[in-house]
């Protein structure tokens, strides 16, 4: 029935105008967010309800019994009730929000999307909590003329960009009878790697310099010392014994004896295999040639990583790998 | 852990002066589950399951029932919700639980108002309801928690930031006269005053009960002396030759002659029963009210919570010189068999005396002259009461005299009647106005003359003239047990007593007695006399409105901005400085990193800038941040700095 299904349509729209309305949504944005008063908004919480109506109890049974005190002490608490509503909502209002740090993940695991809080009131803001599905918050203190991070989760499902979307904050301070909320829709964003093939294929067979070394060096015969751990390290080079000892992931490194040009290549993948697990698996390619200190290069349609080593060398690897053929932008 | 320490202490106090009342396994019931929850969280051992404590709950409120013979009285309830609310400790274990009992113990708060709404009482309150505020404040920590003091003051601000609101709620909020449903039989319990009847020691307790009867404020400050003040309350017709009775109140509604010029205004604390006291005689109706044959007001129910009425009186009058002949006739009639004595001793008086006024004057002199004493310690009389007292024991107390002598007034023929009532009361320098306790209790006669009326007589005046010209303590003996104070033996606590109670009558008349007609009254005084309800709600919102808008400018005062360092204002300044020229700094960048990545891309300002960063971090984290001198030059390296 396309008219009852186009008048839906239209029904929802208007909801989500109206929505968008009250709540000023209006996408991302970017720098530093002010939640001015008219961002937050403030609503009794269910306990709140119950307060109301034990007051209610409260001022009923002094009707009947004729207790005076009872009024005074009924509106006193009611009132108190009502001003703590003024006290909730200003532990979030003129909070300044702005996007804070955001490390790289590999699809599959989770995000973390530090998001900085900060206060210039001379008060104190307690249990300032930010959430962005509702279901786990972190819960933060922003001291007076001070800052604080607090951190969103979200799980990285694909590669490429990923974007925390609307976040919400809200608090109860001081007495949980209401609950006063505000919206930041930051225009931050997760690189997210493409998660690495598990099992990997075995790295290419290097191709030999001008006949220095021999054919064979995998890099993994020759302990070089220990790193730090780093996400996406394979866990056979992960030294468990240092773990014991000092309860810090620690990488193992092993030094190729071979300075040999490694070519990590979409060609070199089986031609059967789509274009999501061919990145996985360069991906891994990336990681373990990194682990065992190799020199490498990225070849991928239409884009070349030239050979080279190190940390910051594995990020744009991983990165290109992240991005390749993407069409969802930054912006 | 810390909410439940403070939820138990706040509930132990709030419950604390109904455990002083309540049955004694009840308040060690509460007091141990209390503990137990304190001493759990300490120790972390298991507590009891559901199934143990829904026995306790039943067993308990087998116990109640038992106890009280119901569940739904008033100390009934009150000890119901006390154990229900201790239970209710032990299986607290979310914040949600904690609130939900944080709000059932403010309930419990004004059922303490039940049983006293004193200052203190008030007093205890407030604090109860502060510290309950701060329970509920300290669920709501979630990280760091700012200690008890800070807690405290958080409570503090917010009762103190809602009394604008609370003030106007109390005014203006539409009152309503209660009950609206009935109320359980025990709901006044404990109210004192005088009764329907009187026989040989039933005043003897209320004349030890220091309670206030009621208070009086006198027109123009016109006091009368103390001997004049005779508050006419339940009017006594009927002997059985021990008992005096007043008759079933009659309904009828006399009119009232409409005179006296004595004007004061009454506050009669709640005693349960119809009569309204006023000097003899009164002139007016207080409404809701009716006036009976024999003078007596009658308010349409029972006096149950504190009452005030404006009156007038005329003192020393007589009235009722056209008495019915069948009301004569009931004023004369005596039990043929008891006291035959008497009745031969009013024969002999007879003869002696034909005026009626004679014999009145005779029997008083009687009185006055033979060794009659005054006292609250009679012996007790035996079937032949009058008879005893007049002829053997001759001890006795006013409700002793008041009876033999309207018993002998009777049995010579001359109409008479019992008066109960108050005598006298104290006057209240600091207030202005005289305090009467049921200590303050009396019986008197009045007769009725030919061609007068009915006139007031008191025998106990003449047997002991002190009683009525300075009150029932100089009356009695030093030996006679008097309630503390009474005797008023140090004149430092006299006089803060006095004060006390001018402070109590206010207390009374302007918060304890804000009533719909009060309300009223303050209405009218606003320029909205009969308002109808529409008006009365956008006052109330008016008002209400304003409350909120004060409450709000006080919460969010705290919103300003701080004041910033000057130091971290010049380095701000600097910065800005170095953003015109396409530097800014970035918002996690510390000042030595920042100036580290700012020379690197201007080398040529490396000096100034290291300069100022080492400048300004001294002055910002080291130990010295005080140094005005520092501050000094910081600023003039700022100002001179052109990048």
């Known amino acids: 029935m396309p008219p009852l299904n186009g008048t839906l349509t239209a029904a929802a729209a208007l909801k989500g105008r109206i929505l968008d309305w009250i709540f000023q949504w209006r996408g991302p944005e970017r720098g530093t967010i002010v939640l001015v008063q008219r961002r937050v908004f403030i609503l009794p919480t269910r306990q709140g309800l119950l307060f109301a109506g034990v007051i209610l109890l409260m001022l009923l049974g002094s009707v009947n019994y004729d207790l005076s005190l009872g009024f005074i002490l009924a509106f006193l608490l009611g009132a108190s009730g009502i001003q703590s509503m003024l006290h909730t909502f200003r532990n979030l209002a003129n909070l300044r929000i702005s996007a804070g740090r955001v490390s790289p993940v590999f699809a599959g695991d989770i995000a973390e999307f530090q998001i900085r809080i900060a206060n210039t009131a001379r008060m104190f803001r307690y249990s300032v909590a930010v959430t962005r599905d509702r279901k786990t918050a972190d819960y933060v203190d922003v001291p007076a003329d001070g800052e604080t991070v607090a951190t969103v989760l979200a799980r990285a499902v694909h590669r490429g960009w990923l974007r925390p979307g609307r976040v919400t904050l809200f608090t109860f301070f001081p007495i949980g009878l209401f609950r006063a909320w505000s919206y930041a829709d930051l225009d931050m964003h997760c690189l997210v790697y493409p998660a690495p093939a598990n099992p990997g294929l075995p790295l290419p067979r290097l191709q030999a310099g001008d006949g220095k070394g021999g054919t064979q060096g995998q890099g993994q015969d020759e302990f070089a010392g220990l790193r730090p751990y780093r996400p996406g390290d394979s866990p056979r080079h992960v030294a468990w014994k240092a773990v014991a000892r000092s309860d810090v992931l620690m990488t193992k490194q092993f030094a190729g004896r071979v300075a040999a040009e490694l070519w990590l290549s979409w060609q070199q993948l089986p031609p059967e295999m789509d274009a999501e697990r061919r990145l996985e698996h360069l991906a891994r390619w990336v990681i373990d040639a990194d682990a065992e200190g190799l020199a490498y290069g990225l070849r991928l349609p239409g884009s070349i990583i030239p050979i080279d080593s190190g940390a910051a060398h594995r990020a744009d690897c991983l990165r290109a790998l992240a991005l390749h053929e993407t069409t969802a932008d930054r912006t | ?643």
């Open chain 2, 1 to 643: 852990m810390r909410d439940i320490h403070w939820l138990s202490a706040t509930f132990l106090l709030a419950a604390a002066p109904h455990l002083l009342r309540m049955p004694l396994w009840i308040s060690a019931l509460v007091t141990v589950i209390a503990a137990i929850r304190v001493l759990q969280v300490r120790l972390r051992f298991a507590l009891p399951r559901k199934w143990l404590l829904a026995l306790i709950a039943v067993a308990a409120a087998g116990g109640i029932l038992l106890q009280y013979r119901t569940l739904f009285g008033r100390d009934a309830g009150v000890s119901l919700l006390v154990i229900m609310l201790a239970l209710k400790l032990l299986e607290t274990h979310s914040r949600r639980d904690g609130m939900l009992l944080g709000f059932l113990g403010c309930f419990l708060l004004v059922t303490n108002f039940l049983h006293s709404q004193t200052i203190p009482t008030a007093l205890f309150m407030l604090i109860c309801a502060w510290l309950l505020l701060a329970t509920l404040i300290g669920m709501q920590y979630t990280g760091i928690w700012p200690g008890w003091r800070q807690q405290l003051q958080r409570s503090g601000v917010l009762l103190v930031q809602a009394v604008p609101l609370m003030a106007v709620l109390f005014l203006l909020f539409p009152r309503v006269q209660g009950p609206l449903w009935g109320l359980p039989q025990d709901a006044y319990a404990g109210l004192s005053g005088l009764s329907d009847n009187m026989s040989p020691g039933s005043l003897n307790n209320l004349i030890l009960s220091y309670d206030v009867a009621f208070r009086a404020e006198f027109k123009d400050g016109k006091t009368p002396d103390a001997k004049d003040l005779y508050w006419r309350g339940p009017v006594l017709w009927d002997y059985d030759g021990r008992t005096w009775t007043a008759p079933r109140l009659t309904q009828s509604n006399e009119d009232l002659p409409e005179t006296g010029d004595l004007e004061y205004t009454v506050t009669l604390e709640p005693h349960n029963k119809r009569w309204l006291f006023a000097l003899e005689f009164p002139g007016q109706r207080p409404p809701r009210a009716i006036a009976t044959r024999d003078m007596q007001l009658l308010s349409f129910t029972p006096v149950r919570s504190r009452m005030r009425y404006d009156m007038t009186s005329a003192i020393g009058v007589a009235y009722g010189a056209d008495e019915d002949r069948s009301v004569l006739a009931r004023s004369l009639r005596l039990p043929a068999t008891s006291n035959p004595r008497t009745g031969n001793f009013a024969a002999e008086l007879r003869s002696r005396h034909r005026e009626d006024r004679d014999l009145v004057t005779a029997v008083l002199n009687l009185f006055r002259t033979e060794n009659f004493v005054y006292t609250l310690t009679p012996p007790l009389l035996g079937e032949h009461p009058v008879d005893e007292f007049l002829f053997e024991t001759r001890r006795g107390f006013c409700e002793h005299y008041a009876s033999a002598f309207t018993v002998l007034m009777r049995a010579a023929g001359i109409p008479a009647r019992v008066v109960t009532g108050y005598q006298g009361g104290e006057i209240n320098p600091v207030g202005g106005y005289i305090l009467v306790r049921q200590a303050d209790a009396h019986a008197w006669v009045e007769v009725w003359l030919e061609n007068t009326g009915w006139v007031r007589v008191d025998p106990t005046a003449a047997v002991s003239p002190a009683r009525v010209e300075r009150g029932i303590a100089s009356a009695l003996p030093r030996s006679d047990p008097l309630p503390m104070f009474v005797r008023g033996d140090f004149a430092m606590l006299q006089r803060m007593r006095l004060t006390w109670d001018s402070i109590t009558y206010s207390w009374n008349q302007w918060v304890l007695g804000y009533n719909p007609e009060r309300q009223r009254l303050f209405l009218s005084q606003l320029g909205f006399s009969e308002a109808s309800w529409q008006t009365i709600s956008v006052v109330l919102l008016v008002f209400a409105g304003i409350a909120v808008l004060i409450g709000a400018g006080l919460a969010l005062r705290d919103l300003r901005g701080v004041r910033a360092d000057p130091a971290k204002r010049a380095y701000e300044r600097f910065c800005r400085k170095l953003a015109q020229r396409g530097l800014p700094r970035g918002a996690a960048e510390g000042p030595r990193v920042f100036a580290r990545r700012a020379t690197q891309q201007r080398p040529d300002l490396a000096a100034a800038i290291e300069d100022i960063t080492a400048l300004y971090v001294g002055l910002r984290y080291a130990e010295n941040s005080s140094d005005a001198e520092t501050l000094r030059r910081f600023k003039q390296r700022i100002r001179v700095f052109k990048p």
